[in-house]
């Protein structure tokens, strides 16, 4: 008798962890995106805040730190393809030269998952000629892949091209 108590009191016991866990599935895939652990789209923007302030401290080391270990960087202005930090910390070495101020013209923002986002548009630097002192302003488009690796975002696709002439 004592067995078949237990047995059943097991059974039971199963069932309601099963059903407990249907539930909170239910309850987790209804979820709202702001609560479901999902960056918004202003936590996306902000990465590329702190890439342009990485920029600004001039030093190539800071700004790789940005980019994943496996990173790729198709660079503004270079046809070089850099796919490591040392290459990425090469490019950066010569970009940073020009004293670069990035700024946003336009952007589009897609949070794929709770781990990856895409944003993508134009955007604009002024560059100083390390030489001459002369200004000058690139006109690029954009793409950074963004994944949540170890709970840090890192780039780890950035792809900028100067802008073409005409529409």
């Known amino acids: 008798m004592q067995r078949h108590i237990r047995t059943r009191a097991a059974t039971a016991t199963a069932a309601a962890l099963i059903a407990a866990g249907t539930i909170t599935a239910g309850v987790s895939a209804a979820t709202p995106e702001h609560q479901s652990g999902k960056p918004s ?9 702190g890439w342009s302030a ?7 080391e800071v700004v790789a730190d940005r980019y994943a270990d496996d990173a790729v960087l198709l660079p503004t202005l270079s046809a070089e393809i850099r796919t490591d930090r040392a290459g990425i910390v090469d490019y950066m070495e010569g970009f ?18 709770n781990n990856s986002a895409i944003d993508t548009g134009l955007y604009e ?10 200004k000058s302003t690139a006109e690029a488009r954009y793409t950074y892949e963004y994944e949540k690796r170890d709970g840090e975002w890192l780039i780890v696709n950035h792809h900028s091209s100067l802008l073409p002439d005409g529409d």
Not at 41 to 49: G, P, S, V
């Open 41 to 49: 789209k202003k936590e996306i923007a902000a990465l590329f805040d």
């Open 96 to 113: 940073l030269a020009k004293k670069p101020e990035a700024s946003k013209v336009q952007t589009v923002i897609n949070v794929l998952d």
């Open 125 to 134: 630097f002024q560059l100083t000629d390390p030489v001459t002192g002369a």
């Open 54 to 60: 990485a920029l600004r401290t001039g030093d190539p």
